[in-house]
Protein backbone atom coordinates (compact mmCIF):
# COMPACT_ATOMS: atom_id res chain seq x y z
CA UNK A 1 0.00 0.00 0.00
CA UNK A 2 0.70 3.55 -0.63
CA UNK A 3 1.30 6.94 1.26
CA UNK A 4 -2.12 7.85 0.64
CA UNK A 5 -3.67 4.58 1.07
CA UNK A 6 -2.25 4.50 4.41
CA UNK A 7 -3.28 8.36 5.55
CA UNK A 8 -5.49 8.36 8.18
CA UNK A 9 -8.17 10.72 6.60
CA UNK A 10 -10.24 11.14 9.93
CA UNK A 11 -9.12 13.88 11.91
CA UNK A 12 -11.61 16.72 12.92
CA UNK A 13 -11.03 19.73 15.28
CA UNK A 14 -13.69 21.13 16.70
CA UNK A 15 -14.36 25.13 16.21
CA UNK A 16 -12.69 25.89 19.53
CA UNK A 17 -9.97 23.90 19.69
CA UNK A 18 -9.56 25.11 15.89
CA UNK A 19 -9.25 28.63 16.76
CA UNK A 20 -6.90 28.16 19.98
CA UNK A 21 -4.29 26.13 17.77
CA UNK A 22 -5.09 27.73 14.63
CA UNK A 23 -4.01 31.34 16.91
CA UNK A 24 -1.20 29.52 18.98
CA UNK A 25 0.25 28.29 15.39
CA UNK A 26 -0.08 31.67 13.74
CA UNK A 27 1.62 33.87 16.83
CA UNK A 28 4.75 31.00 16.78
CA UNK A 29 4.82 31.13 12.99
CA UNK A 30 4.82 35.00 13.25
CA UNK A 31 7.97 35.32 15.68
CA UNK A 32 9.88 32.47 13.17
CA UNK A 33 8.98 34.59 10.38
CA UNK A 34 10.31 37.82 12.16
CA UNK A 35 13.35 35.93 13.19
CA UNK A 36 14.12 34.57 9.61
CA UNK A 37 14.02 38.29 8.29
CA UNK A 38 15.94 39.46 10.42
CA UNK A 39 13.28 41.53 12.34
CA UNK A 40 14.36 40.23 15.38
CA UNK A 41 17.40 38.33 17.29
CA UNK A 42 19.75 40.92 16.72
CA UNK A 43 18.89 42.13 12.72
CA UNK A 44 20.85 38.92 11.80
CA UNK A 45 19.25 37.31 8.88
CA UNK A 46 18.17 33.82 8.84
CA UNK A 47 17.72 31.08 5.92
CA UNK A 48 14.97 31.78 3.21
CA UNK A 49 12.08 29.74 3.44
CA UNK A 50 10.15 28.11 0.79
CA UNK A 51 6.79 26.20 1.44
CA UNK A 52 5.80 24.28 -1.59
CA UNK A 53 1.82 22.68 -1.73
CA UNK A 54 0.56 20.38 -3.57
CA UNK A 55 -2.06 17.74 -3.72
CA UNK A 56 -5.80 17.16 -4.66
CA UNK A 57 -7.57 19.63 -6.78
CA UNK A 58 -10.48 20.88 -4.08
CA UNK A 59 -7.60 19.81 -1.44
CA UNK A 60 -7.57 23.26 0.75
CA UNK A 61 -4.34 24.73 -0.65
CA UNK A 62 -5.58 28.41 -0.38
CA UNK A 63 -7.15 28.34 2.72
CA UNK A 64 -4.25 26.87 4.32
CA UNK A 65 -1.98 29.49 3.07
CA UNK A 66 -4.19 32.06 3.61
CA UNK A 67 -4.12 31.25 7.33
CA UNK A 68 -0.66 31.04 6.95
CA UNK A 69 -0.11 34.63 5.80
CA UNK A 70 -2.69 36.27 7.75
CA UNK A 71 -0.55 36.99 10.91
CA UNK A 72 2.42 38.55 8.33
CA UNK A 73 3.30 41.63 7.30
CA UNK A 74 2.32 41.80 3.22
CA UNK A 75 6.14 43.07 2.56
CA UNK A 76 7.40 39.91 4.19
CA UNK A 77 6.34 37.16 1.79
CA UNK A 78 5.19 36.42 -1.48
CA UNK A 79 2.88 33.59 -3.13
CA UNK A 80 3.21 32.59 -6.35
CA UNK A 81 0.13 30.03 -8.36
CA UNK A 82 1.67 28.31 -10.82
CA UNK A 83 -0.18 26.73 -13.87
CA UNK A 84 0.73 25.38 -17.06
CA UNK A 85 4.19 27.21 -18.76
CA UNK A 86 3.42 29.61 -21.58
CA UNK A 87 5.42 29.77 -24.64
CA UNK A 88 8.67 31.36 -23.59
CA UNK A 89 8.91 29.38 -20.79
CA UNK A 90 8.43 26.41 -23.01
CA UNK A 91 11.51 27.15 -24.33
CA UNK A 92 13.71 26.53 -21.24
CA UNK A 93 14.04 23.37 -18.98
CA UNK A 94 11.21 23.42 -16.72
CA UNK A 95 12.79 24.50 -13.43
CA UNK A 96 13.53 27.98 -14.70
CA UNK A 97 10.32 29.88 -14.20
CA UNK A 98 10.65 28.99 -10.75
CA UNK A 99 14.45 29.35 -10.50
CA UNK A 100 14.00 33.63 -10.13
CA UNK A 101 11.09 33.30 -7.51
CA UNK A 102 13.06 31.27 -4.74
CA UNK A 103 13.95 33.30 -1.73
CA UNK A 104 16.80 34.40 -1.09
CA UNK A 105 18.12 34.28 2.81
CA UNK A 106 15.50 35.63 5.41
CA UNK A 107 12.87 35.91 2.18
CA UNK A 108 9.65 33.62 2.13
CA UNK A 109 7.71 32.37 -0.63
CA UNK A 110 4.88 29.96 -0.80
CA UNK A 111 4.67 28.17 -4.52
CA UNK A 112 0.75 26.76 -4.70
CA UNK A 113 1.89 24.37 -7.29
CA UNK A 114 5.38 23.86 -8.36
CA UNK A 115 8.23 21.74 -10.10
CA UNK A 116 6.38 18.94 -9.63
CA UNK A 117 3.85 19.40 -12.45
CA UNK A 118 6.28 17.71 -14.81
CA UNK A 119 5.37 14.49 -12.60
CA UNK A 120 2.38 14.92 -12.11
CA UNK A 121 0.08 16.43 -14.85
CA UNK A 122 2.54 16.87 -17.41
CA UNK A 123 3.40 12.55 -16.78
CA UNK A 124 -0.38 11.99 -17.04
CA UNK A 125 -1.94 14.19 -19.72
CA UNK A 126 1.40 13.26 -21.90
CA UNK A 127 2.88 17.20 -22.07
CA UNK A 128 6.28 15.87 -20.78
CA UNK A 129 7.36 12.40 -22.56
CA UNK A 130 8.06 9.09 -20.48
CA UNK A 131 12.09 10.22 -20.59
CA UNK A 132 11.75 14.01 -19.53
CA UNK A 133 9.70 13.19 -16.63
CA UNK A 134 11.37 9.99 -15.65
CA UNK A 135 14.24 12.10 -15.62
CA UNK A 136 12.95 14.81 -13.70
CA UNK A 137 13.11 12.82 -10.50
CA UNK A 138 17.08 13.71 -10.17
CA UNK A 139 17.09 16.74 -11.34
CA UNK A 140 14.17 17.94 -8.75
CA UNK A 141 15.84 16.22 -5.90
CA UNK A 142 19.58 17.71 -7.24
CA UNK A 143 17.13 21.21 -7.43
CA UNK A 144 16.16 20.81 -4.11
CA UNK A 145 19.53 20.02 -2.12
CA UNK A 146 20.93 22.90 -4.01
CA UNK A 147 18.65 25.36 -2.49
CA UNK A 148 18.78 23.88 1.27
CA UNK A 149 22.68 23.42 1.00
CA UNK A 150 22.92 26.93 -0.10
CA UNK A 151 20.66 28.56 2.72
CA UNK A 152 17.04 27.78 1.80
CA UNK A 153 14.66 26.30 4.54
CA UNK A 154 12.45 23.66 2.01
CA UNK A 155 8.71 22.76 3.15
CA UNK A 156 7.09 20.34 0.93
CA UNK A 157 3.05 19.96 1.41
CA UNK A 158 0.55 17.56 -0.21
CA UNK A 159 -3.01 17.79 1.11
CA UNK A 160 -4.83 14.64 0.18
CA UNK A 161 -9.06 14.37 0.13
CA UNK A 162 -10.83 11.90 -0.44
CA UNK A 163 -13.09 10.73 -3.92
CA UNK A 164 -16.10 11.76 -1.89
CA UNK A 165 -15.26 14.80 -0.34
CA UNK A 166 -13.64 16.36 -3.35
CA UNK A 167 -17.16 15.70 -5.54
CA UNK A 168 -18.55 17.65 -2.41
CA UNK A 169 -16.73 20.74 -2.90
CA UNK A 170 -16.48 20.99 -7.09
CA UNK A 171 -20.59 20.81 -6.64
CA UNK A 172 -20.97 23.04 -3.97
CA UNK A 173 -18.26 25.75 -5.90
CA UNK A 174 -20.18 24.94 -8.88
CA UNK A 175 -23.70 26.52 -7.09
CA UNK A 176 -21.87 29.30 -5.78
CA UNK A 177 -21.82 32.33 -8.25
CA UNK A 178 -18.42 33.59 -6.22
CA UNK A 179 -16.42 30.46 -5.89
CA UNK A 180 -17.43 28.93 -9.53
CA UNK A 181 -14.34 30.54 -11.03
CA UNK A 182 -12.32 27.98 -9.03
CA UNK A 183 -13.54 25.19 -10.56
CA UNK A 184 -12.72 24.39 -14.31
CA UNK A 185 -13.04 21.53 -17.01
CA UNK A 186 -10.04 20.68 -16.52
CA UNK A 187 -10.51 19.97 -12.83
CA UNK A 188 -13.80 17.28 -13.94
CA UNK A 189 -11.57 15.70 -16.56
CA UNK A 190 -8.60 15.40 -13.63
CA UNK A 191 -11.30 13.71 -11.03
CA UNK A 192 -11.73 11.40 -14.17
CA UNK A 193 -7.97 10.11 -13.86
CA UNK A 194 -8.05 10.47 -10.63
CA UNK A 195 -6.17 6.70 -9.86
CA UNK A 196 -3.42 7.85 -12.96
CA UNK A 197 -2.61 10.91 -10.77
CA UNK A 198 -2.73 8.77 -7.53
CA UNK A 199 -0.33 6.59 -9.44
CA UNK A 200 2.08 9.47 -10.38
CA UNK A 201 1.94 10.94 -7.21
CA UNK A 202 2.57 8.12 -5.26
CA UNK A 203 6.06 7.27 -7.19
CA UNK A 204 6.93 11.06 -7.00
CA UNK A 205 6.61 10.99 -2.94
CA UNK A 206 8.74 7.46 -3.44
CA UNK A 207 11.59 8.82 -6.17
CA UNK A 208 11.52 12.57 -4.55
CA UNK A 209 11.30 12.13 -0.69
CA UNK A 210 14.67 12.97 0.98
CA UNK A 211 16.74 14.11 3.92
CA UNK A 212 16.33 17.99 2.80
CA UNK A 213 13.05 18.08 1.46
CA UNK A 214 10.86 15.34 2.82
CA UNK A 215 7.23 15.37 1.84
CA UNK A 216 4.51 16.00 4.32
CA UNK A 217 1.16 14.79 3.64
CA UNK A 218 -1.81 15.92 5.43
CA UNK A 219 -5.07 14.84 5.93
CA UNK A 220 -7.57 17.57 4.14
CA UNK A 221 -11.15 16.13 4.72
CA UNK A 222 -11.73 18.75 7.29
CA UNK A 223 -10.68 22.32 6.23
CA UNK A 224 -9.80 23.34 9.88
CA UNK A 225 -7.35 20.15 10.62
CA UNK A 226 -5.90 20.48 7.63
CA UNK A 227 -4.99 24.11 8.45
CA UNK A 228 -3.57 23.96 11.38
CA UNK A 229 -2.02 20.52 10.72
CA UNK A 230 -0.13 22.63 7.54
CA UNK A 231 0.99 25.63 10.16
CA UNK A 232 2.00 23.05 13.30
CA UNK A 233 4.25 21.12 10.41
CA UNK A 234 5.85 24.03 8.95
CA UNK A 235 6.86 25.29 12.47
CA UNK A 236 8.17 22.32 13.22
CA UNK A 237 9.95 21.96 10.02
CA UNK A 238 11.09 25.66 10.27
CA UNK A 239 12.46 24.55 13.79
CA UNK A 240 14.45 21.65 12.80
CA UNK A 241 16.01 24.09 9.65
CA UNK A 242 17.45 26.72 12.03
CA UNK A 243 18.98 24.56 14.05
CA UNK A 244 20.73 22.62 10.96
CA UNK A 245 21.48 26.30 9.85
CA UNK A 246 23.10 27.57 12.77
CA UNK A 247 24.75 24.10 13.43
Excluded at 99 to 106: F, L, T
Excluded at 183 to 200: C, G, I, P, V
Excluded at 207 to 222: C, F, K, M, S, V
Aim: some cysteine; proline content about 4%; glycine content about 8%.
Amino acid sequence: MGRLDNLDMSPRLKQDEYEQRLRAAQIRFLELRLRLGGHTNGGEIGPGLLVVLEGSDAGGKGGAIKRMVEPLDPRHYSVYSYAAPDSRELRHHFLWRFWAKVPGKGGLCVFDRSWYGRVLVERVEGFASATEWTRAYDEIVHFERGLVQEGVILVKFWMEVSPDEQLERFESRQDDPLRSWKLTDEDWRNRDKRHLYDEAAEEMFERTDHALGPWDLIAANQKKWARVAVLETLIRRIETGLQLYDA
